[in-house]
């Protein structure tokens, strides 16, 4: 056992404009449609893998605490996968998020984008390329392929392994836009979102929702390219009330807003279409709101927000960086 099987790395989490929601292949994470993010500057998580020739199972410690349950097998299934492909050996993880948990933002993105990045690193060989880490990404949790990716970036969904992966759109400097995460509930999720991705692709309201789905993109690439924050923000919102509206309307019925999710939204729209506010939001499976605005408001957001939810913690992110390998190991 020696350093060089040690590797630490930081990844961030990210938001989808356009949502991955529903799978045409679920051993490989394949989805149905192509997705667009933006990675999240601060909701980081950071992943110690230490390879051990002479340990039989995994150890894997979850912000400071041993884990044995269904998220340490999932690991190990995950890191299976890549000793299938590599070097059998047992490891040591160990993971924290800078953000608590159950706020909604997505920990399996950072998660196996940081988890994947300090596991091949670890093995102190040259590590797959960064197309190629956006696919073993993947194929640990769907959205992390994009968390592999400074900026902006596009899932490309592809039909298969091969073809499934995520390319940057523009870097963290292009645009000065705020992702102001109002954490409305901690409550854990009564649907996940694998369970989720299946209930998707048998709803009816599916196959309009993919005809349409390759204009949209366009559109927002363009909107994205050119920093047009309120066409922008128009199909953000649209995207958000259209996948919204099939998880509530599947069978099981999955219902992830809450009450005071409505309320803000209101009270947002309000603010757009009575003050002029250039303020829109997103929503991903859970009830917490992701306010979207330019860097230029972002105060007079937050001091909005604060009046009109004075008890929730709001976590503001930028366009944030890729993931990375750093020092400072936690095993
Ligand atoms: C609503 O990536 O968590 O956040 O591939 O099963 O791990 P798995 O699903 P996951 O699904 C994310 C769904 C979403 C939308 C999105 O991030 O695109």
Redesign the pocket.
């Known amino acids: 056992m020696t350093d060089r099987m040690k590797a630490t790395a930081r990844a961030c989490s990210?938001i989808?404009f356009i949502?991955?929601?529903g799978?045409a292949d679920f051993d490989h994470?394949i989805p149905l449609n192509d997705?667009v993010?933006m990675t999240l500057s601060d909701a980081v998580t950071t992943t110690t893998v230490q390879w051990d020739p002479e340990l039989k199972d995994d150890v894997i410690y979850l912000n400071s605490e041993r884990i044995l349950d269904a998220r340490a097998l999932r690991i190990s299934r995950y890191l299976d996968r890549i000793r299938d492909q590599y070097y059998r050996m047992g490891a040591r993880v160990a993971s924290v998020n800078s953000f608590p948990a159950g706020t909604g933002i997505?920990s399996?993105?950072s998660g196996f984008a940081a988890l994947a990045t300090a596991a091949f690193a670890a093995f102190g060989e040259e590590s797959p390329d960064e197309t190629e880490m956006t696919r073993w990404a993947r194929r640990g949790?769907?959205?992390?392929c994009r968390s592999v990716q400074a900026g902006f970036v596009e899932w490309k969904g592809g039909t298969d392994d091969a073809s499934s992966y995520s390319e940057q759109l523009c870097g963290p400097g292009h645009w000065d836009l705020r992702d102001l995460v109002v954490v409305l509930s901690r409550k854990p999720k009564t649907i996940s979102?694998?369970e989720g991705?299946k209930i998707a692709v048998r709803h009816p309201f599916m196959a309009a929702r993919q005809e349409e789905l390759p204009a949209r993109i366009l559109s927002l690439k363009g909107a994205l390219a050119t920093r047009d924050v309120a066409t922008f923000g128009e199909i953000v919102e649209h995207e958000a009330m259209e996948v919204q509206a099939i998880m509530m309307s599947g069978r099981p019925s999955a219902l992830y807003l809450q009450p005071d999710t409505i309320r803000l939204i209101h009270h947002l729209r309000a603010w757009r279409d009575d003050e002029g506010v250039p303020v829109w939001f997103t929503l991903?499976?859970g009830p917490n709101l992701h306010v979207l605005c330019e860097g230029d408001v972002a105060f007079e957001v937050r001091e909005r927000l604060t009046i009109v939810a004075p008890d929730a913690e709001i976590l503001e992110n930028r366009p944030g960086p890729a993931a990375r390998i750093v020092d400072d190991h936690l095993l």
């Open positions: 990210n989808a949502k991955y929601w799978k994470n997705s993010s997505a399996s993105a949790s769907g959205s992390a979102s694998s991705h991903d499976a």
